[in-house]
């Protein structure tokens, strides 16, 4: 009797050895990945265009990949705080952030002309000679979070009062706020100037102020929250990826990391006049 009962209780012992080790055989869940984008108004576009490099990533990876676009920096900002995104491809601003509040690191550059530089323009019979002449004046600038059309513009405005700033959808707005007058002066790319300065029958412009500093290109961010051995196959992944999926996500593979000190500095001298930019007058100080 005792012989049997020896017998049976080994058995259950076996079989419940046999259980844990297939339990430990079955992963407890799926590896998910969340790739974070800043889309302002190109929400649809923004799902397409990454389709083909989620469905890479997905399948290199095992992992489910996950799309979640955000129409403004503050709410991709809130995101990258909570370390909720594991991949970001970022703006600039939005970069320099992660990179010195959040520990995301820098592992590609995004695709960016060489010569990205910010500029002030004014119609070609504008009275205003030099940046100092916007004092009291009202301001055209981008969208919140654009390094060219807010970033750049407010550090180099910075000390001085305006009577209003208007938040310019698109950079063809700026250039037609400019020309009807109800902007002295508007902030757009330089690229952006050469590209529409000509667009308005019947109305010229002139850059009043170009600001000396390259503005670095955005890139893509790895979060501190993925182990070293994932961030590194999702580099090689990436690295090797299919040149048609890279240049419709506008990454550069081999491109060297941008550096982020001077944006850094410039994004911190923003944040702290942020809050006024809605008054009327707006002291910039």
């Known amino acids: 009797m005792s012989y049997k009962l020896s017998r049976r209780v080994y058995i259950l012992q ?145 000390g001085l009062t305006l009577a209003e700033i208007l938040f310019a959808p698109t950079p063809t707005t700026v250039f037609e706020w400019v020309a009807q007058g109800k902007a002295s002066a508007g902030a757009v790319s330089l690229k952006e100037f050469n590209l529409y300065r000509n667009k308005l029958d019947g109305v010229e412009f002139r850059i009043l102020f170009t600001d000396p500093q390259n503005v670095p290109p955005g890139a893509v961010l790895i979060a501190p929250n993925i182990d070293s051995n994932s961030q590194q196959l999702i580099r090689n992944y990436m690295t090797d990826a299919p040149p048609s999926v890279i240049q419709e996500v506008g990454y550069v593979p081999n491109g060297k990391i941008p550096d982020y000190r001077y944006m850094i500095s410039v994004v911190k001298r923003v944040t702290s006049i942020v809050s006024r930019l809605d008054a009327s007058p707006v002291r910039l100080f």
């Open 14 to 158: 076996m079989l419940l050895l046999f259980a844990a080790c297939e339990e430990k055989k079955t992963p407890t869940q799926e590896l998910e990945l969340v790739i974070g984008a800043i889309s302002y108004e190109e929400g649809r576009q923004t799902l397409e265009r990454f389709t083909r490099f989620r469905e890479y990533l997905g399948n290199k990876t095992g992992a489910i990949i996950q799309l979640e676009p955000t129409f403004n920096e503050n709410k991709a900002l809130e995101r990258v705080k909570h370390q909720a995104w594991s991949l970001v491809f970022a703006p600039p601003g939005l970069a320099a952030l992660a990179q010195a509040n959040y520990q995301y690191e820098p592992i590609f550059p995004l695709e960016i002309d060489v010569n990205s530089y910010f500029v002030f323009i004014v119609s070609k019979d504008s009275p205003l000679q030099q940046l100092k002449d916007l004092q009291g004046k009202t301001v055209a600038l981008g969208m919140r979070g654009s390094a060219t059309g807010y970033y750049f513009p407010l550090y180099n405005l910075y």
